[in-house]
T-cell receptor, first 114, second 114 residues
Framework: KAGVTQTPRYLIKTRGQQVTLSCSPI?????VSWYQQTPGQGLQFLFE???????NKGNFPGRFSGRQFSNSRSEMNVSTLELGDSALYLC?????????????FGPGTRLTVT | AQSVTQPDIHITVSEGASLELRCNYS??????LFWYVQSPGQGLQLLLK??????LVQGIKGFEAEFKRSQSSFNLRKPSVHWSDAAEYFC????????????FGKGTKLTVNP
């Protein structure tokens, strides 16, 4: 069974632009969560989608948004990029939602904002 | 404040030596507990998890962890480290009865000397 895939793997953008990252979960998984990883703040939860509905959201500004499609694929969008948005963005999928869910992580998208 | 603490930022051990990585949490009720590993350029992989029951948990790759309620700790151990274990290790929790968001510690980077 294929793992979680994220595209693109690397991205360079300029301040003020917007970006869309994509995540394809493991087949059959209905929950997708997004995380931001930076050297300073570590790993931080962005949001979780389950069956096309956002279930949880982290403490990030409204510039960060996401959605999930009927096939469980998910996208996250960051508008008006800032230098501080440079990070590794990780997507994780799981069969179900809830605190006990076992999350499988993709390799991440490395975003650099210049 | 609620938090997950990994006191050691960087640990170096010799191949074949034993390993213990520390994790402490500060939550009113015992949260769900997880250990993840991240190899360079990779996403995170779940090593083991604890929800309730037997306080010694076995995971993949020969790792185990012990939950100690009195110390609010969930330390990760391995009897004999292999060079391939060099990676960054993250302790994570999901607070029970809360938002079900996964909260990560800052991570411990493990270097293995030959």
């Amino acid at each position: 069974k294929a793992g979680v895939t994220q595209t693109p793997r690397y991205l360079i953008k300029t301040r003020g632009q917007q970006v869309t990252l994509s995540c394809s979960p493991i087949s059959g998984h209905r929950s997708v969560s997004w995380y931001q990883q930076t050297p300073g703040q570590g790993l931080q939860f962005l949001f979780e989608y389950f069956s096309e509905t956002q279930r949880n959201k982290g403490n990030f500004p409204g510039r960060f948004s996401g959605r999930q499609f009927s096939n469980s694929r998910s996208e996250m969008n960051v508008s008006t990029l800032e230098l501080g948005d440079s990070a590794l963005y990780l997507c994780a999928s799981s069969l179900a939602s809830g605190g006990r869910r076992e999350q499988y992580f993709g390799p991440g998208t490395r975003l650099t904002v210049t | 404040a609620q938090s997950v603490t990994q006191p050691d930022i960087h640990i170096t051990v010799s191949e074949g030596a034993s390993l213990e990585l520390r994790c402490n949490y500060s939550y009113g009720a015992t949260p769900y507990l997880f250990w993840y590993v991240q190899s360079p350029g990779q996403g995170l992989q779940l090593l083991l998890k604890y929800f309730s029951g037997d306080t010694l948990v076995q995971g993949i790759k020969g790792f185990e962890a012990e939950f100690k309620r009195s110390q609010s700790s969930f330390n990760l151990r391995k009897p004999s480290v292999h060079w391939s274990d060099a990676a960054e290790y993250f302790c994570a929790v999901v607070p029970q009865g809360g938002s079900e968001k996964l909260v990560f510690g800052k991570g411990t980077k493990l270097t293995v000397n030959p």
